[in-house]
């Protein structure tokens, strides 16, 4: 769901938004706040018939009922759009904790300023009788200042809970962007970070360039040792492509042995130093058994290296950087090919 709602309008949904949902039994968070804004903007003809059917029979929208609803009517929210939606609400929550605050010191030294008023009276009539309203200003104050103490608690214990969603919700996206097996993103990361430098290619001075890695004779370091030697081999691959990645480079398991490394600022001559680089560690690299310390000293890695051309898919793009490290692969391995010389 894309929103497009102007500032005037959506500070309307707003004020509409949050009383319904104060009466609910659900907090006051995101997730809640999507759904009663799209109940108040009208749009989620779904959404509201089914919240009216709730409320007419005289319930109110648990966490249950409340989270049922988000997921059937709005999931469709991106990861993107829902930090949006979750920091913007963040925002609206401190913002109303720092007015109940000053309205809180407001109160607070209307308090004061009614005291004194009270013994300056006192003073200066004595006996006029005003002793009986005055307590009841005071008392009226102090229920006041009371009940902004009590506001202000909860919004900010509100505030505390939607920080702790936020970063709940970005460790689990990052969770499902991560690899278990070498801590690299996986390939739904690499093609949302591909996505994302395309898009921005406008501002590049250069660039992006693609790297795709494969190691050498996999299947063979498998069948001689086991898979959780060839598991240690995969870490190890990974942990040097992490050693030369820097800024926004992005190094990412594609898949089995395969790896990626998108240079979004590089050139491909660029490229191909860092493909050299990473070619002469892998072949370096020596990778002994745990069991009897046997030292393995024939894994190396192929690459291919592609630099982006305007006006092709992202598809396109993967496939001339795969081309490339076929032509290395049949060219005898351990070597980096560059697309349009394969």
Not at 121 to 130: D, H, I, K, Q
């Amino acid at each position: 769901m894309k929103y497009s709602d102007s500032i005037e309008k959506s500070a309307e949904y707003l004020r509409l938004a949050l009383p319904l949902m104060s009466k609910q039994a659900a907090a006051l968070h995101p997730v809640s706040y999507a759904v009663w804004y799209e109940y108040v903007a009208g749009r989620n003809a779904a959404l509201k018939a089914h919240i009216d059917d709730v409320m007419q029979g005289g319930l109110l929208l648990d966490e249950g009922v409340t989270h049922e609803l988000f997921h059937k009517h709005i999931a469709e929210l991106d990861h993107d759009l829902a930090q949006r939606v979750s920091e913007g609400f963040q925002k609206v929550m401190a913002d109303m904790s720092h007015s109940a605050s000053q309205a809180g010191d407001h109160a607070h030294q209307f308090g004061s300023v009614l005291d004194q008023l009270s013994e300056d009276l006192a003073e200066s009539l004595p006996g006029a009788g005003l002793g009986e309203g005055m307590d009841t200003l005071r008392e009226q104050t102090r229920n006041m200042q009371g009940a902004v103490a009590t506001l202000k608690g909860r919004l900010d214990d509100s505030r505390r809970e939607i920080e702790t969603l936020r970063q709940e919700v970005a460790k689990a996206r990052e969770d499902a962007l991560a690899d278990g097996l070498t801590g690299l993103i996986n390939r739904r990361g690499f093609d949302m970070a591909l996505g994302k430098s395309l898009a921005a290619r406008e501002t590049a001075e250069a660039g992006p360039s693609l790297l795709i890695v494969d190691i050498d004779f996999f299947k063979r370091v498998n069948d001689s040792y086991g898979h959780l030697f060839g598991d240690k081999v995969i870490r190890a691959v990974a942990q040097i492509l992490k050693d030369n990645v820097k800024g926004k480079d992005t190094a990412a398991r594609y898949g089995g042995e395969e790896f990626v490394i998108l240079l979004p600022d590089t050139p491909l001559d660029g490229a191909r130093f860092v493909a050299e680089k990473i070619r002469a560690m892998v072949e370096r690299c020596r990778i002994k058994r745990a069991d009897n310390k046997e030292t393995v000293a024939n894994v190396t890695v192929s690459l291919g290296a592609a630099c982006y051309r305007g006006g092709e898919s992202a598809n396109d793009f993967v496939a001339r950087a795969d081309s490339a490290l076929y032509a290395s692969k049949q060219q005898g391995r351990n070597r980096v090919t560059l697309a349009g010389a394969a």
